[in-house]
């Protein structure tokens, strides 16, 4: 294999990784022999077996609380470029969260390397290149990074398997960095969880997302009663409804937002914009309701219903609860 | 207080977008182009900020001729100043090479505050924030679904993924504010009268001390552009009374109920 040394930073929440670690773990032991994890929470540790078992063989590790206190892009960006310095990997792979984004976008800064982000695919041959996928994912771009190392791509959740390598435990290694006085000016003074009414949207096997062909965001009730009658299912949104404050930003679907890949989609009043499309189109299937039979969305859609939603919806409410009995 | 606006004039998003086959740079002619909507925000919880506290908004944006556009708009909407950086060179800038570009720019002008959208909507690299802060060696404050300012310091619910984090920030910083932060005005014809009259910088690379900041120095080269597979098309039904019915037919075959 081509490349030396190929890192994944992973997010860990209460000791777990999250699920885009694992996933871009189990690429990266396809592109390097030598698989390492990089992690900011005091938790970490915790994460060592299961970050292991996907193909780390080192976990860095910085556990000091100093780093959960503040916002983690500058403080993680100085330890990593020192990281980087001493033990000079070929590829860094971010998952494209919030915390992947900032510490990646400050690091490529610091270092002055180019970063490709939104990747979809990671590939290595006379150099890495990165697949993403643009207006609305109609086409696929590949791009090489021909800047200093180490190259730096941010993945899209969802797009690689999470595959156990059966390996053992990573080995930890502490950071040692200190978190700088000056990172104190960007404190996080609480961390305030939704209240998840069902399952996460990334997870949940059934997603049903609303547009702007609700009419009246009253109207996400019908969703809610829907996913509520179907069981695991979870409610996303189109950007338009988000951006007109309807729903919040985190049940955004789209190239600005999640990217969900259930068994079913069920894309509600949407007409199914670029924006959209490419973050639900690996459903493995897409039922598409809308009163314009012109809707994009329809050329998406195993299964489209031209109609009324707001006439629809009920109905399939009872549907769906007659069948389940 | 001085708040730096960041905007991009980008191709419509609900039009389909080509690429260049032989440079793989953004073709931009004959397509439609608007302020990114992401952008609207930006300034709207720029405006909100100096109305209520005092202050200025300069808006700044990197782009061809056209990208004017943009910043007219901004400034139509209550923006005090424009900036535009536009060179042939810097076709094709990268992340970074558009993040060093901006920071130099706002460099040049002061800031208390810079204010950006959290991606843009046709490149969506979504890290050109947390680079020009790095640049400016300032805080980012990033994807702000609320905001508030108390004395010197930034209140922010900033979006995670679990749900968000309160976070409290000293000024100077980056802010990235998320799409429905708020409700961005439209420009009043009174504004867009006015924003002929504000001031409007036109700057070259050459100003900001940069030295071939565009493609001929990014560290990356799109190598193939091809088409996406399409999904096969399925079955489009009107509803005749029994949409439902079909829909909840096709969840049970489909085994999820």
């Known amino acids: 294999m081509a490349l030396g040394k190929v890192w994944v930073f992973a997010d860990i929440d209460a000791g777990k990784p999250a699920p885009v670690a694992l996933e871009l773990l189990s690429k990266a032991r396809t592109l390097s022999d030598t698989v390492e994890a990089v992690a900011f929470s005091k938790d970490a540790e915790a994460a060592a077996a299961e970050l292991g078992a996907h193909g780390a063989g080192t976990l860095y590790a910085a556990t000091d609380p100093a780093y959960g206190e503040v916002l983690l892009g500058a403080p993680a960006a100085d330890a990593l470029a020192s990281l980087v310095e001493e033990h000079k990997p070929d590829l ?31 590939s290595d041959g006379n150099g890495v290149s990165v697949s993403t996928s643009i207006f609305g994912a109609t086409l696929n771009v590949s791009t090489k ?49 939704d209240v998840a009414s069902g399952p996460k949207l990334e997870e949940a096997p059934v997603v049903i997302s609303g547009g702007r062909g609700l009419g009246d965001p009253k109207n996400f009730e019908l969703l809610e009663q ?22 919040p930003y985190s049940m955004q679907v789209g190239q600005t937002g ?13 007409s199914g914009a670029m924006q959209h499309t490419v973050g639900m189109k690996g459903a493995k299937a897409i039922i598409a309701i809308n009163k314009d039979e012109n809707a994009p969305i329809f050329k998406l859609a195993d299964l489209g219903v031209v109609g009324d939603v707001l006439k629809i919806l009920p109905q399939l409410v009872d549907e769906v609860k007659a069948r389940k009995g | ?72 708009k901004a400034l139509a909407m209550g923006a005090a100043k424009g900036i535009l950086i536009s060179d042939e060179g810097l076709r094709g800038s990268d992340a970074l090479t558009t993040a060093r570009v901006l920071a130099a720019a706002i460099k040049r002008e002061g800031f208390d505050l810079v204010i950006t959208a959290t991606e843009s909507t046709d490149g969506y690299t979504g890290v050109v924030p947390q680079a020009i802060a790095e640049l400016l060696d300032v805080p980012a404050v990033t994807f702000a679904k609320s905001l508030e300012l108390d004395g010197s310091t930034l209140k922010v619910k900033r979006q995670t993924e679990a749900g968000y984090d309160l976070v409290e920030a000293s000024l100077p910083a980056v802010l990235s504010v998320t799409a429905g932060v708020n409700e961005p005005r439209y420009p009043s014809l009174k504004g867009i009268m006015g924003a002929k009259s504000k001031p409007l910088d036109r700057l070259a690379p050459a100003d900001l001390d940069l030295a071939g900041a565009g493609a001929a120095t990014a560290g990356q080269t799109i190598t193939e552009v091809a088409a996406a597979p399409e999904r096969a098309a399925g079955e489009v039904v ?20």
């Not at chain 1, 998952?95 to 180019?114: I, N, S």
């Not at chain 1, 009658?229 to 950007?239: L, P, Q, T």
């Open chain 2, 1 to 72: 207080m001085k708040v730096v606006v960041c905007v991009k004039q980008i191709p419509d998003p609900n039009s389909t977008g080509q690429l260049d086959p032989q440079t793989h740079f953004l073709k931009r002619e004959g397509v439609e182009v608007v302020m990114d909507p992401g952008d609207e925000f930006g300034v709207e919880a720029a405006l909100q900020l100096v109305e209520k506290h005092g202050g200025e908004v300069t808006v700044v944006s990197m782009g061809p001729e056209r990208g004017l556009d943009a910043v007219r």
């Open chain 1, 92 to 122: 860094l792979l971010f998952g494209m969260t919030y915390d992947g984004r900032d510490v990646a976008g400050r690091l490529a800064a610091k270092l002055g390397v180019p970063v490709i982000a939104n990747g979809l695919d990671v």
């Open chain 1, 226 to 247: 829907l996913a509520q009658a179907i069981g695991n299912a979870a409610v996303g949104a189109s950007r338009a409804v988000v951006d007109a404050g309807w729903v």
């Open chain 1, 258 to 270: 999640k990217t969900v890949k259930p068994a079913v989609y069920i894309a509600v009043g949407i």
């Open chain 1, 145 to 193: 990074f021909d800047g200093g190392a180490p190259a730096i791509a941010i993945i899209r959740p969802k797009s690689f398997a999470a595959e156990s390598s059966g390996g053992a435990a990573a080995k930890v290694v502490p950071i040692t960095t200190p978190v700088d006085e000056k990172h104190r000016r960007a404190k996080v003074v609480d961390r305030v969880a």
């Open chain 2, 238 to 257: 009107r509803d005749e009374g029994d949409g439902a019915k079909r829909i909840a037919d096709f969840l049970v075959q489909r085994k999820v109920i």
